[in-house]
């Protein structure tokens, strides 16, 4: 697929990227091409998970706790949230499509991932 855009001899400055998706103030470009900015359309998704677990810190005081009394097994009703999985970006603007799935650990992960997404979109919409 060829890029129908004439994209400018000296390259803008990117004001973000986005995994590795870099925005400039007039395109955007990824791996698979460059597009005008102003055209593009965004997306985000989060494909997360929450998983609950006993603490591993919490099961060595549980079998220690055993040893000298039964209260030690209240230490295996402690949990911690553990986020697994990825945010997926999309843009889209003439024929270029690009999927980028930055890694999310954590719900902050996620939401720092759709800030930059928000913006993005953001900037596209002041130069339509």
């Not at 999985?85 to 759709?114: C, D, I, K, M, W």
């Amino acid at each position: 697929m060829t890029n129908q855009y004439a994209v400018p001899a000296q390259p803008e400055q990117f004001v973000l990227t986005i995994g590795d998706i870099g925005v400039s103030p007039s395109w955007v470009v990824t791996p698979n091409g460059t597009a005008p900015l102003r055209e593009s359309q965004w997306t985000v998704q989060d494909r997360t998970f929450v998983t609950q677990t006993t603490p591993t810190w919490a099961i060595v005081m549980a079998v220690l706790g055993i040893v000298f009394c039964l209260l030690g097994l209240l230490f295996l009703i402690v949990k911690e949230n553990q986020t697994s999985g990825y945010t997926e970006v999309t843009v889209r603007s003439g024929n270029l499509f690009h999927v980028v799935q930055l890694p999310a650990n954590s719900p902050h992960a996620v939401a720092h991932a759709r800030q930059l997404v928000y913006q993005a979109q953001s900037m596209a919409a002041a130069i339509r």
